[in-house]
């Protein structure tokens, strides 16, 4: 098949308007939601996913840190759900997405979890395995390219001031709605922000195939501990979403 054939327009869907008229919002800062509306809303409109960058993770080791005060969930996503992520938008009210977030190995785990808590508490590095049939890969500026993703925008730190400040979806989590509405993808692989030889791997927990999973292993790499398994079931079609 050609590779033209393998590609899918998204539709980004109507501005959404969460914060702009938020009384919240000071009046420079309802200016500045004005234009990154605007803005996002014409780079999302580039976006023709590319089919030939959905790829299947098999059995693929992984990892996630952790504050040790927290190691006893190991599989929560509980922070990701309360505060947002670079995929799963938090709005106001309500929660996000429910979303996991793994890193490629202990290297860029730490240098993730720390660079968004504090660095001088003890963390945890747990070690996992991830298998995916669907996952967006992102990393690179051929796969973003092929699908009309602006590479720039997709790995900004902007991400929390949009959400928290601005009440806006990023461009990244714009990205993420996308894929959580497409009709196959179970996650997002994107490269690291903190680590340059790095990925990382959003997971949509809720869009989990059967015959998916996310597995905590012991240290040792033998044994599994707990796991997430997917409950979506794989006759799905376009109008099931």
Request: aromatic fraction near 8%; charged fraction near 25%.
């Amino acid at each position: 098949m050609a590779k033209e054939d393998t590609k899918t327009v998204l539709n980004p869907g109507r501005p959404v308007r969460l914060g702009r008229s938020d009384p919240a919002l000071r009046l420079e800062d309802r200016k500045t939601y004005v234009a990154e509306e605007k803005r996002i809303t014409s780079l999302l409109g580039a976006i023709s996913l590319d089919r030939s960058t959905i790829i299947p993770l098999a059995h693929n080791p992984v990892g996630r840190a952790v504050p040790e005060k927290h190691a006893d969930q190991p599989l929560s996503r509980r922070g990701a759900t309360t505060h947002g992520g670079r995929f799963n938008f938090k709005p106001r009210k309500g929660t996000a997405t429910d979303t996991y977030y793994v890193a490629d190995g202990k290297a860029t785990a730490l240098k993730e979890c720390t660079s968004t808590l504090r660095p001088t508490q003890p963390f945890r590095y747990l070690p996992l395995i991830v298998d995916l049939q669907y996952a967006w890969d992102l990393r690179g500026t051929a796969n973003c390219k092929s699908n009309g993703i602006d590479r720039t925008e997709l790995l900004a730190v902007n991400w929390q001031y949009n959400q928290d400040i601005l009440f806006l979806p990023s461009y990244s989590q714009k990205v993420g709605a996308l894929a959580f509405a497409d009709r196959e993808i179970e996650a997002v692989c994107y490269e690291s922000t903190r680590n340059p030889k790095g990925f990382c791997i959003a997971v949509f927990v809720e869009k989990l195939l059967v015959g998916s999973s996310v597995i905590l292993i012991d240290p040792n790499g033998t044994t599994a501990i707990d796991r997430i398994d997917g409950l979506r079931p794989k006759n799905i079609t376009d109008t099931e979403l």
